[in-house]
């Protein structure tokens, strides 16, 4: 049932896709040494490698598929085409070894490619490889597999839940039930599997290879000279342990690393180290794991920027923490009075600017956490960083059916909506929170999420529920709700924060300085003006008025 058909003594790896200092790890990880290749790897010892707590039978299955077919154990030849197989080509392939543990009606691809190292993907004459009828796969048993992986992803010092686990992969599960053509049922071939997990959980085949390159290749973990970006889960609960310093540079002076030289007043520094010590309220780190799973900027550790129960629920101090930031944001909020517990977000690459204009990119994702996992992409656009303008008919399009409106906040231009949210055009947001949402939803202004628009994937963000008053009604404006909790998180991890909350820094300088300069006046160009000194000051110089006055009388 192995990856190769072939037993005999050949050439180890005929890509050469195996250095030689690789090599020489995977001999080392089963006890040997030297240059031996030819030999058997016991199951125990195997197991004791790649095992998981969810999957008990997970190490035992891995070793069936990879030995040759026929042979009553895994030759270590077998085992490094593999691993080969899986790390060393095209990333979907480490995800296709890993649904062969869970498909039981999978055969061995008897070929050459496959033993070289090559995709499978296809036979040799072009035709897609045939998936295995539904029913015959684990697909529950694969996706609780990745959750897990990714929990441990985060290290020793977190614990791992079973019981969060299964959440996890059932969240995927029903995700995947309503999102993959053909994909009901608890069994898929691996065509329509990767091909839902490349639309929405891209980075699951980074995660994979983590797990078998912390195994087989550790170096390619913890070496900064890798190029291997293994995959990091994201983590908010009093984590996040940088600062406003200069981010990284080659040549740094001795200031450019002391947060006291780069931000604003000492009480600000306080608060800010503060608030990065702050867990979250609203979610946990297990629950923002399949969020890592659809970017790697939504990876790594998160820094809490606003949060409504610290800083209060205030769009002035939302903006305050939000503008000069340069660098990747997500925003979590949960709703109020609703039945069941709702927790919803947006999530943006670029930073956030003061306009009443749309901006922003295509990667910005609108989506649900709780009760169930929605997520909501862009649907269409003309590429990263394009602008549209905000007006009342959705702003400029690439085309008839898509919009460029990927994000808006408005703080103080007179006769543009304030508030800040994505998608939709002035007149019906897609998902808006102005600036009066500490007052509660009202007929004027109101919290608000829209199951539909031209920039982004069409779905309820917010379910409507007419019992609540104004919580989840449908109108002609949407689908309302109110807030009960707010937070803003920077994301993408330490070095991304760093440089993020750097720019904000300096941005917070200039802002300070032009304020302070326009608090001063140049008291000498008042008094060297006679205008000024009639109208504008007066009594100060009446005194020189009478004297010329004397002067002239006399």
């Not at 590429?383 to 990927?406: D, H, K, L, P």
Request: net charge negative; hydrophobic share 35%; glycine share 10%.
């Amino acid at each position: 049932m192995g990856l190769s058909g072939s037993s005999s003594a050949e050439r180890l790896s005929d890509d050469g896709s195996l250095s030689p200092r690789e090599l020489e790890g995977l001999i080392s990880l089963f006890g040997k040494s030297g240059k031996k290749v030819n030999f058997d790897i016991s199951k125990e010892s195997f197991c004791a490698l790649f095992k998981s707590a969810s999957i008990p039978q997970f190490g035992s299955k891995l070793y069936d598929v990879m030995k040759d077919e026929g042979a009553p154990m895994l030759n270590f030849r077998a085992f490094c085409r593999a691993i080969s197989f899986a790390c060393k080509t095209t990333s979907s392939n480490c995800t296709r070894l890993v649904f062969r543990v869970f498909d039981s009606a999978a055969t061995a691809p008897q070929t050459a490619d496959m033993a070289d190292g090559k995709s499978s993907s296809s036979t040799g004459s072009g035709a897609p490889e045939p998936a295995p009828a539904s029913g015959d796969s684990d697909f529950k048993g694969f996706l609780r597999f990745c959750c897990e992986v990714g929990e441990t992803s985060r290290g020793s010092g977190f614990s791992v839940s079973l019981a969060n686990v299964d959440v996890l992969a059932e969240k995927l599960h029903r995700h995947f039930e309503v999102k993959a053509p053909g994909g009901a049922g608890t069994g898929c071939g691996f065509t329509v599997l990767n091909n839902w997990l490349n639309e929405f959980f891209p980075c699951t085949a980074q995660l994979l290879l983590t797990y078998f390159n912390s195994i087989c290749f550790p170096e390619s973990i913890s070496s900064p000279s890798s190029s291997f970006s293994p995959f990091t889960a994201p983590r908010v609960a009093g984590e996040a342990t940088v600062s406003n310093a200069r981010p990284k540079k080659k040549q740094a002076t001795a200031t450019e690393g002391d947060p006291a030289a780069d931000s604003g007043s000492g009480a600000e520094r306080k608060a800010n180290a503060e608030a990065a010590e702050l867990p979250s309220i609203l979610v946990k780190n297990d629950e923002i794991l399949l969020l890592g799973l659809y970017s790697k900027k939504l990876q790594g550790s998160w820094r809490l920027l606003y949060s409504s129960d610290k800083h209060g629920m205030s769009f002035n101090r939302i903006a305050h923490h939000l503008l000069g930031y340069d660098g990747p944001t997500c925003v979590l909020i949960r709703c109020a009075d609703e039945p069941v517990e709702t927790v919803i977000g947006m999530f943006s690459e670029s930073r956030w600017k003061d306009s009443n204009r749309f901006y922003g990119t295509p990667d910005n994702i609108l989506f649900t956490l709780s009760p169930e996992l929605k997520i909501y992409r862009a649907s269409g656009g003309s590429g990263s960083g394009s602008t549209s303008a905000a007006s009342g008919g959705g702003g400029s399009t690439s085309n008839a059916n898509t919009s460029t409106n990927y994000q808006y906040l408005n703080l103080k231009t007179y006769g543009y909506p304030h508030g800040f949210g994505m998608g939709g055009h002035l007149e019906r947001f897609r998902f808006f929170i102005p600036d009066t949402m500490d007052e509660g939803c009202r007929d004027d202004k109101v919290c608000v999420a829209n199951d539909s628009d031209l920039t982004f994937e069409r779905g309820q963000i917010v379910a409507p529920s007419a019992n609540q008053g104004f919580i989840g009604h449908i109108n002609d404006i949407g689908t309302k709700f109110n807030v009960e909790c707010l937070e803003v998180w920077a994301c993408g991890g330490d070095e991304l924060i760093r440089t993020g909350l750097f720019a904000q820094s300096k941005d917070r300088d200039v802002r300070a300085e032009n304020i302070n300069k326009a608090r001063q006046c140049d008291k000498a160009a008042f008094a060297g003006n006679a205008f000024d000194q009639e109208f504008l000051l007066g009594k100060t110089f009446e005194h020189k008025t009478r004297m010329a006055d004397d002067a002239t009388q006399s």
